[in-house]
């Protein structure tokens, strides 16, 4: 009896009902993987820009180590745009008051920011944040500003709040170890907290900036020094040629000062905070003898010499005759010395002062009482400058020596950084265009491509093909058919992904698939019946419209599983990730064997799939003889069903072939 019209139209509501949620569930799929794909290329994008940021940074530094105003404003554009921020600015801080030296923002933040004058961390009108940081704080995020206890106490700092929009602050303290050198803050106008990942990139960006700082800091002193060294240039020969050694340098100098200023004997003494020190001597060796045999290389001043003068303040002592000085008559040692000993009248000594700080004196003195001219004076004191030039030189050249090895290590350091996490990104997308996306992101994760070393493991190879499809390469166009692959591989290669299945390769209409490698799963079986399911469902589709064409297709699979050695192949520039072993060669000849809509699989996949609550339909074909295979292979069939995979409670024998 046939079925009422109205049975029919029932099951085909039913059936068009179904096919609906099937395309629904299939656009949530997609929808699914275009979500993650999306996520995984915006977490690039940002790793890339962060990493372009963090280079273009270093280019600026590099190119202009003594602009400081340029690398600033370059941090702070990178920086308001990277954390997603509306202004910016940039304080220096000298240990008493901030500086604001580079600032962005809409047009109404500026101006205010412009005409604010801080004072000292703390003062009334200085910003709390700030003094946060200058009080030791490395790190301020403010949720809310206009919920923070300063806004409603500090009225410098609500007027900043509600002028300029501020909801969310994030200050960071420039430091070079223990020392505060300024603040990178920038500031959102809405309540939006930083993400850790915003906060530790700032961070970046403040250490970015402490060694544009330091370099710049180093590059100050260092002309400051070499432009002083060109005084004279008789005694900065010296003093190039002997930068570390101040010994030639203070002897040259003694030598020129006493033709120049027509004196007998000459010293350069050293002082340490008590006592002076003899550092050179030139001009009588008898007098310089006594000095070490009376042990007075090495003395504390006493009352009325010239070096105690130096002492107490005075830049240059001017001693007509010796003989005449108050510290003579005392029967002071090194006074009564110079007359009897050396028979010196007239003394000249400047002090050697570094800003505020003595170092020393250079003295010059004559066998005759004859003042010493004004010009002579000047000499003099041209070549205490000289000293300290010498003096300062050694000492910042060692120092130089040290910071310069920090700031390269620094800036290696940095580069090399840039250059690692560079260089990963292009290792991703590298491995991502010949390995499975979950091979990939696990070499990257783990650092290190063992994963790819050969090994062997228990894993379920899937084969599929098309029906027909050499019949109809013969009589289409290279193009039709370049075209044809594409729609096809468009449809069956995501499944590949969403079962989390392993692409060996595509072959023209052949596609290989293993599960269980390189990463294991509980139910390998399972997943690559599944897989293999959709894909004849998303083959079957793509048939009937080409069948319109003409193209008489059709879709077949192969599925076993068994040990196979896994590893990669290929050569440096272009390799893949394959298995080797039988189970590949039965699951190519189960393939081989199915006709138009068949699954076939081995006797160890129906068991495996049989043990779960798989949807899925089994036939039973007996024993099959494969080519290339020495021994029958049983093999079941994966039944089409007329409705959706769901109706079937449970994996079902519907029957058995002769040989089973």
Known sequence: ????????????????????????????????????????????????????????????????????????????????????????????????????????????????????????????????????????????????????????????????????????????????????????????????????????????????????????????????????????????????????????????????ALRLCEGNFGALLTYDGEFFSLAAERGHQDFDRWLREAGAVRFRPQPGMATARIIDGERVVHIADIRNNEAYPGGELIQRGLVERGGFRTLLSVALHKDTTLLGAINVQRQEVRPFTDKQIALLQNFAAQAVIAMENARLLDELRQRTDEVAGLNRGLEARVAEQVEELGRVGRLKRFLAPQLAELIVSQGDEKILESHRRDIVVVFCDLRGYTAFTETAEPEEVLAFLREYHGALGPLVAQFEGTLDQFSGDGIMVFFNDPIPCPDPAERAVRMAMAMREAAGKLITVWRRHGCELG???????????????????????????????????????????????????????????????LEDLGNLELKGLRRPVAAFNVVQSPSAPDACPNLTVVARGAGG
């Open 1 to 256: 009896m046939s079925a009422t019209p109205d049975n029919t139209l029932a099951d085909l509501d039913q059936r068009i009902a179904d096919l609906e949620r099937q395309l629904a569930e299939t656009r949530a799929e997609r929808d699914e993987a275009q979500r993650q794909l999306a996520e995984r290329t915006i977490e690039r994008d940002e790793a890339l820009d962060e990493q372009t940021a963090a280079a273009e940074v270093l280019q600026v530094i590099n190119s202009s180590p003594g602009d400081l105003a340029r690398v600033f404003d370059t941090i702070l554009e990178k920086a308001m745009s990277l954390c997603e921020a509306a202004h910016g600015h940039v304080w220096t801080y000298d240990g008493e008051s901030p500086r604001l030296v580079a600032l962005r923002g809409d047009p109404q933040t500026v101006q205010w920011m412009q005409q604010f004058r801080p004072r000292a961390p703390g003062a009334p009108s200085s910003l709390p944040p700030m003094d946060r940081v200058v009080r030791g704080d490395r790190i301020v995020h403010v949720t809310d500003a206009r919920q923070d206890d300063a806004y409603r106490s500090h009225p410098s700092y609500r007027d900043q709040v509600d002028a300029c929009g501020i909801r969310t602050v994030l200050d960071v303290a420039l430091r070079k170890d223990d020392t505060l050198l300024g603040v990178l803050a920038v500031y959102r106008q809405e309540v939006r907290p930083f993400t850790d990942k915003q906060i530790g990139l700032l961070q970046n960006f403040a250490a970015q900036a402490v060694v544009a700082m330091e370099s710049a800091r180093l590059l100050t002193e260092t002309r400051e020094a070499l432009e002083q060294q060109t005084a004279t240039a008789e005694v900065l020969q010296v003093i190039n040629s002997s930068p570390s050694d101040l010994a030639p340098v203070f002897d040259a100098m003694l030598e020129k």
């Open 555 to 617: 879709f077949g699979a192969g599925i076993a599983q068994g040990y196979a050695t896994l590893g990669q192949i290929g050569f440096s520039e272009r390799s893949g990730y394959t298995a080797i072993g039988t189970v590949c060669n039965l699951a190519a000849r189960l393939c081989a064997e199915a006709k138009d809509g068949q699954i076939l699989m081995s006797s160890r996949i129906a068991e495996a799939v049989e043990a779960v609550e798989a949807v899925v339909r």
